[in-house]
């Protein structure tokens, strides 16, 4: 079957496909959720070793054909992963709700034209649940970076924020385009996310979102200018709210670390 356009397909090469399920490191015990599942080329090896797999495919041609396979412990479901209610499918499939004592782990070939969308995803369901162990997720190489980026580089940004206060991200393979059939125009990386509890206290999940996002709206400001959109709808001076959590308004959103945007995110919160 040929990669569709549409859907972003781009197929693993068998070496790969090897390297990456020895990465994942299935034990007996392990449920999989795999997003993209295509061809099936990584699910046949994870399923081979895993207690139970279910596989997401928005391409109703090739889950038709992995559903026909009927690998014993793989459950397919075909829809948009970003379009369904992921909680009550995977209860269904566990046999109960996730959270802390009904964990899954989560595998992914993602299309990079929505690979952001899918990550800002697997973020609420793993904060909301508490259910998600981990994920290994390809990615292209430049989404990656941002992922594993440190404060004050130029790929720090919204992406680095979001997923460092929950998960610890690692680099766990580099490839290049020739890995996969057809061939995309970009170098390609696999991470793994750790998931755990909050690196510091945020008291309110949405103001932290909603203020981190809105600081590198326009990154190349000052914390204070970035900021102005954000603290006048509030009704409060940006100036003095960095003040008041111990922040120079002149310092760049890029150099502030985890600590620093909890506290001004819980200075913007005091009434």
């Known amino acids: 079957m040929r990669a569709r356009k549409r859907f972003a397909q781009h197929f693993l ?56 396979a009927a690998l014993p412990n793989v459950t397919v479901v075909t829809s948009d992963v970003l379009a369904v209610d992921l909680v009550p499918i995977i209860t269904g499939w566990l046999g109960a709700a996730p959270g802390p004592g009904s964990q899954f782990r989560v595998v992914g070939n993602l299309p990079y034209n929505i690979s952001s969308p899918i990550l800002f995803t697997l973020l609420d369901l793993a904060a909301k649940t508490g259910g998600v162990r981990d994920a290994m997720l390809m990615l292209q190489k430049e989404v990656a970076d941002r992922l594993v980026a440190k404060v004050g580089t130029g790929d720090y940004g919204v992406l680095t924020v979001l997923t460092g206060l929950t998960a610890d991200v690692t680099r766990v393979l580099s490839l290049p385009p020739g890995a996969f059939r057809p061939p995309p125009k970009v170098y390609s990386a696999v991470v793994r996310l750790a998931f755990r509890p909050p690196k510091v206290a945020i008291a309110d999940q949405d103001l932290f979102v909603r203020m981190v996002r809105t600081m590198f709206t326009q990154r190349r400001k000052t914390i204070a200018n970035a900021l102005k959109p954000f603290g006048y709808d509030r009704g409060l001076a940006p100036n003095v709210v960095l003040k008041s959590a111990g922040i120079d308004p002149q310092r760049r959103p890029e150099t502030l670390d985890l600590a620093e945007m909890a506290a001004l995110a819980a200075a913007f919160s005091r009434p």
Do not use: H, M, Y
Request: no cysteine.
């Open 13 to 68: 090469e068998s070496a790969w496909v090897n390297k990456l399920a020895a990465a994942v490191a299935v034990s007996p015990e392990d449920s999989i959720l795999e997003i993209g599942p295509g061809r099936g080329a990584i699910t046949r090896p994870l399923a081979a070793q895993a207690k139970r797999l279910l596989a997401i495919e928005v391409d109703r041609d090739l889950a038709a054909d992995l559903e026909a």
